[in-house]
């Protein structure tokens, strides 16, 4: 079975502030896809970043990164220089193809509160 | 106009109600979903469907039913609703072989009194 872990439920920092958030995953597929998802306040869910297991290079897009680490089945994302427009529910989330089901695995979300 | 609609996006209805949520695309994907996302548990998939005559049952499908009418629509139904229901619904879609993102439809609040 598969399963995402974010054990950051909430994480508050002060604007310009640096700040990571955790995801660790666990699937016994060798291809498997991992994912996050920004749900600002009002709710709708946006697609940040897809990256697939056999492609271990970090990736960096504007103030976002994106570090991705088999050896511990971690896919952490850092927002450098945050900005209050950074507030919001942050979801990993795991496709693989083994189990059948074609859904993604969502993480319970860690709430970031990007303070002015 | 947005990729992925929702019809309703809020929804207040009585236990025992029959409901229907509907969702529409026009990104050409095949591939549809429906989840549901309750405080603190994250998203789980109810249903996904790969195309017309592919439905099938994801994580938590007890109470639900669903309907893909033509490529571009996906239905959810709660037969008889339950306040255990209420949450916040999203429709979902890919491309083929479901290995891309998913894009989500923005959400329906359903309430069941």
């Known amino acids: 079975a598969q399963k995402v872990t974010q054990a950051q439920t909430e994480i508050s920092v002060v604007e310009k502030e640096d700040v990571t958030l955790d995801c660790v995953y666990e699937?016994?597929?060798?291809?498997?896809?991992l994912f996050w998802y920004k749900q600002p306040p009002s709710g709708e869910l946006v697609f940040l970043i897809r990256?697939?297991?056999?492609?271990?290079q970090n990736e960096i897009s504007g103030r976002y990164s994106w570090n991705f680490q088999k050896s511990t089945s971690s896919f952490n994302f850092t927002i450098t220089a945050s900005q209050v427009v950074d507030s919001a529910v942050y979801f990993c989330?795991?496709?693989?193809?083994?189990?059948?089901?074609?859904?993604?695995?969502f993480g319970k979300g860690t709430h970031l509160i990007i303070q002015p | 106009d947005a990729d992925v609609t929702q019809t309703p996006r809020n929804r207040i209805t009585k236990t025992g109600k029959r409901i229907m949520l509907e969702c529409s695309q026009t990104?050409?994907?095949?591939?549809m979903y429906w989840y549901r996302q309750d405080p603190g548990l994250g998203l789980r998939l109810i249903y996904y469907?790969?195309?017309?005559?592919?439905?099938n049952k994801g994580e938590i499908s007890d109470g639900y039913s669903v309907s893909r009418q033509a490529q571009a629509k996906f239905s959810l139904s709660l037969e008889s609703a339950i306040p255990n229901q209420t949450a916040l619904y999203f429709c979902?879609?890919?491309?083929?072989?479901?290995?891309?993102?998913?894009?989500f439809g923005p959400g329906t609040r359903l309430l069941v009194l």
């Open positions: 469907s790969f195309d017309v005559k592919d439905i």
């Open positions: 699937t016994r597929d060798t291809t498997y896809y």
């Open positions: 979902a879609t890919s491309t083929g072989g479901g290995e891309g993102a998913q894009y």
């Open positions: 989330a795991l496709l693989t193809r083994g189990g059948g089901a074609d859904g993604l695995t």
């Open positions: 990104k050409g994907h095949d591939r």
């Open positions: 990256r697939n297991s056999f492609d271990e």
